[in-house]
């Protein structure tokens, strides 16, 4: 990505500098990258579109045929639409843009019925999909206790939606920080080694007798080191150019993925936007 599109004199006022992402861990559901050559503003759009603007699927609408549990219809139901689903990445239209209008037909939503008869804890698992792709993303998730006797039996209804509407249709969780800053006055420093004990994450360490950072990013810039430190030689600060990112999936789609669409979302936006300065 480039952000260097302001031209004119002003960009020489300007260090232009390009963004880069460097992956620094992806496993599973978890996702870590450094994005730099951003800035504050540009870190935040990214976070709040992957929060609130990437479609995912999940319970809307429960009809119950019987429930003799001891919930109530509405809080079972509101149970059901936080169980995290998993989305197909294409295949489903929102149900805003299908021809249908209902939001009802197999373009834009899937059926799962679930039929239990107590004793039983009736969990996720039991819930049986009309998609074999769009199913629980796990099936252990208790859903009600049924009492010897007590019959459990409901449709529910699984569409696209944002998480800007429903915490339900949250694709997980992102967070950032800033890149910290770890300065040091090696004249005034006297080795003295109170910032390695400080420090809560155990990053300093002494080599050549001067403290130094083991790993940067693992720093919550809690300043413990500075404030110990006699001569008062470190200084901590923040790079607001560079973003510590931080992602975890509810499930339903991977991490990678859901910045990747985080990411086409604003630059649909973007385009929107330009050519609607144009029209001015
Ligand atoms: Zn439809």
Redo the contacts with the bound molecule.
């Keep these: 990505m480039d952000v260097d599109d302001r031209g004119g004199e002003e960009a020489a006022e300007y260090e232009v500098k390009k963004m880069e992402i460097k992956i620094r861990k992806l496993e599973g559901d978890e996702m870590e990258f450094v994005l730099s050559g951003a800035n504050p503003a540009f870190a935040n759009a990214l976070r709040r579109t992957a929060l609130r603007e990437v479609p995912v699927m999940a319970i809307d609408e429960v009809e119950f045929k019987v429930n003799d549990s001891a919930m109530y219809d509405e809080v079972l139901a509101h149970r059901l639409a936080l169980v995290p689903l998993r989305t197909l990445l294409k295949g489903y ?1 929102l ?1 805003g843009e ?3 209008r209902e ?3 197999p ?3 899937v059926s799962l019925t679930l039929k239990r008869e107590g004793p039983v804890t009736a969990l996720s698992g039991d819930l049986k999909s009309t998609d074999e792709e769009v199913v629980p993303v796990s099936g252990s998730v208790p859903i009600i206790k049924l009492e010897k006797g007590q019959h459990l039996e409901l449709t529910a209804i699984a569409r696209l939606g944002f998480g800007k509407e429903h915490a339900k249709w949250q694709s997980g969780v992102v967070a950032y920080k800033y890149m910290p800053v770890f300065e040091l006055d090696e004249k005034a420093c006297d080795s003295c080694g109170a910032c390695v004990n400080a420090c809560p994450v155990k990053i300093i360490e002494l080599a050549g007798k001067k403290p130094k950072i083991s790993d940067i990013m693992l720093c919550t810039i809690c300043k413990a080191c500075a404030e110990v430190c006699p001569p008062k030689a470190i200084r901590i600060g923040s790079d607001p150019t560079k973003f510590i990112f931080h992602i975890e999936s509810a499930g339903g789609m991977p991490p990678e993925q859901i910045i990747l669409k985080a990411m086409g979302v604003l630059e649909d936006k973007l385009n929107e936007f330009s050519k609607q300065v144009k029209k001015l």
Excluded: D, E, L
């Design positions: 239209n149900p299908c021809g249908c939001g009802r037909c373009k834009c939503s």
